[in-house]
């Protein structure tokens, strides 16, 4: 029995003897390459992801930038549309004929005042 028992402190102890031991550094089971390359491809995912934004950002301020443009457009098109009713109302013939007779005295030419060329 004695022989048991010191069996049995003998396993014990080096079951504490194994468990107080400073653990080893242990492998990965990837190994170097596997972790090289999960982080090439979470580097490459967060690259990707920068260059998506920056895309969608230059996309928005385009739209922006187009938005805008157009509205100028419109204002110049309204401006070109009212600027030729203006310049047909100051050339029509009926103002010029008014204009003449009231401000400047002028009237129909006189048979004398009429030169007939060859």
């Keep these: 029995m004695a022989r048991q028992v010191t069996l049995r402190l003998s ?3 080096q ?3 194994t468990r107080n031991r400073k653990v080893g550094r242990q492998s990965s089971p990837w190994g170097r390459a596997g972790v090289m390359f999960l982080v090439l491809v979470a580097a490459g ?3 990707a992801s920068v260059v998506w934004a920056w895309a969608n ?3 928005v301020t385009l ?3 187009i938005s805008q443009a157009k ?3 419109k204002q110049y098109l309204e401006l070109n549309r009212k600027l030729r009713i203006e310049h047909s109302n100051l050339t029509s013939i009926s103002r010029l004929e008014r204009l003449a007779e009231e401000q ?3 009237g129909a030419p006189q048979p004398f005042q009429v ?3 060859p």
């Design 11 to 13: 396993s014990v102890e």
């Design 15 to 17: 079951l504490f003897m």
């Design 45 to 47: 995912f967060i690259i």
């Design 57 to 59: 950002l230059q996309q």
């Design 63 to 65: 739209n922006y930038q």
């Design 71 to 73: 509205e100028v457009q």
């Design 104 to 106: 400047y005295g002028m």
């Design 115 to 117: 030169v007939q060329l």
